[in-house]
């Protein structure tokens, strides 16, 4: 089974689970763009923008917490890393 990680983000729901800026835990959407060091998603309406580094985060209600810090690289290499 491939993991979250290297499966592409993009339309895909993402909650917050936990970060450096409390007032962000809870919030989640649909993920529309992500770059080496952002995420951003689709709330609501309103596009926003989180700094990877700042959010650990779930994709799609799965129970794997994801800590943003480990994965600031463009969406394509992530795919292709290999964990060690």
């Not at 970060?19 to 080496?36: C, M, Q, Y």
């Amino acid at each position: 089974m491939v993991s979250d990680i290297h499966m592409p983000w993009l339309g895909r729901n993402l909650s917050v689970y936990n970060s450096t800026d409390p007032s962000l835990v809870g919030r989640s959407g649909l993920v529309v763009d992500e770059t080496k060091n952002t995420i951003s998603i689709l709330e609501n309406q309103n596009k926003v923008t989180f700094a990877k580094a700042a959010i650990e985060f779930l994709l799609d209600d799965s129970n794997s917490v994801i800590n943003g810090a480990d994965y600031l690289v463009r969406s394509e290499n992530r795919v292709h890393r290999k964990e060690a």
